[in-house]
């Protein structure tokens, strides 16, 4: 694979060829603020939190077969990601010397508040506008989960869209005409080797399709980069460094969602935003309603959920939810693909089954027949990990439990299922003594640990008082 001397893509509507060798930061923000001063974009945290430097990406959507927007936040987001995609800043909003219709809904609405914040939030609200002109408050609220505001609050923001939406959206025209050059140059595959000052990484690798990144694996040890939402983290905060890297995040066999009878299987980079659309589609509302619980719009536009199974955080929110579904993992490499069953994956803490020269090629899984209830107890309830996580899926016939499982997050050094609590409820009479037996098997059959998320004693006491919890959603037909 010859190495590349130059990535192309578009800035605010405008065609670019960039050399690598004049790329001197890593992460998209960076790159925007210091090598091409566009300082619109603001730091806020880092780490995906704040929202501040959420810009909008343009791209193809091999699943949709249309081009997408997505506000990302650009702080977490690799440069090389960029090629062949639309890059929209606040910079490129305002045309012919007239701001653009949001920047005017936000002036006219008081919404612009401490200013530092404003870029992101307007970019926020184009990236939903550009997918949905007349999005309702429920929605509203979504595309501002991951924008902070401290001093004043959303009120005048919402003003804002709503105000918007009442005079009709356009799409700006600079958006418009880029779209028929974004579907000629599609994103291509390359070698990459960057000279960041004060960077690990010497080489980026973004395989053109499955059989050269599998090859690649095999023959040398690559960190694989797919969404980044937990390896920039990471990166950003000095916690981890890597000096190869392979892209799998725009690997076509890897971008699908099938669906046959009951069964569901998910390619290794699809997005949880992509799931969630896919899930519209098929009116599958329970799954929508829990992978919406996930981070804020910009982290479910990057973040995979091949890569929150592969992380192995014990509080993963997929990984509680899809170990109660029975999910199986398959697990490819040059040599050949092998089944796992989720449940068998996890070994111990941020360790798993996979080996070096694997990557998950999909997951897949049957669309609970019985009712879901999950839970998620953390400080804030958008853009929080949480200090225990759970999911019951239970069959309830005639009163009596048909069938169930239970899955709880942050309790083990991994996601666990507990069977013990399960057996004990198969079969018998739904009423509050076998609720809370259950209750009691789940509290004393976990391992919390005391971090800064909760004492040992309070996650025995969640975990106690989530299985009640969900019981009585479950019982009420929630
Ligand atoms: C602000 C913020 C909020 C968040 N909120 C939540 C939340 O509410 N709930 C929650 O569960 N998580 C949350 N997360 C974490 C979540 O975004 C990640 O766990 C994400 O799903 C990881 O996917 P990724 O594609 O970004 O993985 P990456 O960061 O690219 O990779 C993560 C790990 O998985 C490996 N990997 C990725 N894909 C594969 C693959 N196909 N095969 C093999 N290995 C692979 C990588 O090598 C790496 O070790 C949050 C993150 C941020 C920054
Ligand atoms: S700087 Fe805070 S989310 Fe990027
Ligand atoms: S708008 Fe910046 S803190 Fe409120």
């Not at 001063?37 to 959420?54: R, V, W």
């Not at 987001?77 to 910079?91: D, N, S």
């Not at 005409?177 to 973004?206: A, F, H, Q, V, W």
């Not at 069959?395 to 048909?402: E, G, T, V, Y």
């Amino acid at each position: 694979m010859m190495a590349k001397e130059e990535i192309i893509f578009f800035l605010n509507g405008e065609k670019i060829s960039f050399n690598i060798e004049k790329i001197k930061h890593f992460s998209l923000l960076d790159f925007l603020r210091e090598d091409l001063k566009l300082t619109g974009s603001k730091k806020g945290c880092s780490e995906g939190d704040c929202g501040a430097c959420t810009v909008v990406i343009g791209e193809y959507s091999p699943i949709e077969k249309r081009i997408v927007y997505k506000a990302i936040t650009s702080c977490i987001y690799p440069v090389f990601k960029i090629e062949g995609k639309h890059i929209i800043t606040i910079e490129g909003l305002a045309e012919n010397g007239e701001l653009n219709q949001i920047q005017k809904a936000f002036v006219d609405n008081h919404a612009i508040q401490c200013g530092f914040c404003t870029p992101g939030t307007i970019m926020s609200l184009l990236g939903l506008l550009l997918n949905n002109a007349n999005p309702d408050n429920n929605e509203i609220n979504k595309a501002l989960s991951g924008n902070l505001c401290r001093c004043t609050g959303y009120k005048s923001i919402k003003n804002a869209c709503k105000d918007i939406t009442t005079k009709h959206f356009k799409k700006p025209e600079f958006i418009k005409k880029t779209e028929k050059d974004l579907k000629k140059n599609r994103r291509k595959g390359g070698k990459l080797i960057p000279k960041i000052p004060n960077s690990p990484i010497k080489k980026y690798i973004i395989p053109e399709t499955l059989d050269e990144a599998l090859s690649i694996l095999e023959k040398e040890k690559c960190k694989i980069f797919n969404g980044c939402s937990d390896l920039l983290v990471r990166i950003n905060k000095g916690e981890d460094f890597f000096e190869r890297v392979i892209d799998i995040s725009q690997l076509k066999e890897l971008k699908f969602i099938h669906k046959e009878n009951n069964k569901v299987k998910i390619g290794g980079n699809v997005t949880f935003q992509e799931f969630i659309d896919f899930a519209r589609r098929e009116k599958l509302n329970q799954l929508i309603e829990f992978f919406e619980f996930i981070g804020s719009k910009q982290i479910r536009n990057i973040g995979t959920i091949a890569g929150n199974v592969a992380n192995a955080s014990p509080i993963a929110d997929s990984a509680v939810f899809l170990l109660a579904t029975d999910a199986n993992l398959t697990l490819r490499s040059k040599k050949g693909k092998r089944k796992v069953l989720l449940s068998k994956f996890y070994k111990n803490y941020k360790e798993t089954e996979l080996k070096q020269n694997e990557l998950i090629e999909s997951i897949e899984f049957e669309i609970p027949q019985g009712k879901v209830s999950y839970i998620k107890t953390s400080k804030r309830k958008e853009v929080d990990i949480a200090s225990v996580n759970s999911c019951i899926i239970a069959s309830i016939q005639n009163k009596k439990i048909k069938d169930v499982s239970i899955s709880f997050g942050g309790v083990f050094p991994y996601p666990v299922r507990i069977y013990n609590a399960e057996e004990l409820l198969k079969g018998k009479e739904i009423n509050d003594e076998t609720i809370e037996e259950a209750a009691k098997i789940c509290a004393r059959s976990v391992k919390p640990i005391s971090d800064v998320r909760g004492s040992e004693e309070f996650r025995r006491k969640l975990v106690y008082n989530q299985v009640i919890k969900h019981f009585f959603t479950l019982r009420k037909g929630k």
